[in-house]
């Protein structure tokens, strides 16, 4: 039996018991996504974000496992990052998406695709499209002018103005 260093053997046998966790072995899912499923008029600036339900194992949260492509299944160079406080994923393209155009985000599964921190895979990829607002085709306009069109006697110093109906680009 047991000795301790004095070789002095234990009294008696000595038994205990305890319970071991139960394994984590359900598949994380996908709560929400931005934009929504079928939204349209998306700005061209947006980041897609997919928010799961449990942790998630952030190495497993890449450009090769959440994903965007435009209609010519072409993928989108993007950023992707993990948030674990709040559990999101979210793809940043690198530019602006084209204006009118339907994309598809993807979050992969299986043994290559995104996995929460017990190693479970997402039981199926999670894909879902949205449609990029239309392009500004309307030329500015000057909605009024100071001085006003034909003016006399305008001080040589005077501040010279315009406004647009619209945001300009002030680089221009």
Not at 8 to 17: E, I, R
Not at 151 to 166: C, D, H, K, L, Q
Request: charge should be negative; aromatic fraction near 6%.
């Amino acid at each position: 039996g047991v000795k301790d260093s004095a070789a002095n053997a234990l009294v008696s046998d000595y038994n205990w018991s305890f319970t071991t966790v139960t394994a984590d072995l359900t598949p994380p899912t996908v709560t929400s996504v931005t934009p929504v499923n079928g939204a349209t008029g998306v700005p061209v600036s947006t980041t897609v974000t997919a928010i799961f339900n449990e942790a998630m194992n952030a190495a497993t949260i890449s450009g090769s496992t959440v994903e965007l492509r435009n209609p010519s299944n072409v993928l989108v160079t993007a950023t992707v990052s993990y948030n674990a406080a709040t559990r999101t994923a979210t793809l940043t393209p690198s530019g602006a998406l084209a204006n009118s155009t339907v994309y598809t985000a993807k979050i992969i599964s299986g043994s290559s695709g995104v996995k929460d921190v017990a190693g479970n895979a997402l039981a199926s990829d999670y894909t879902w499209s949205f449609t990029t607002l239309a392009a500004d085709l309307t030329p500015p306009t000057v909605t009024s002018v100071t001085p006003v069109n034909g003016a006399t006697g305008v001080p040589v110093n005077a501040t010279v103005t315009a406004i647009f109906n619209e945001a300009m680009n002030a680089a221009t």
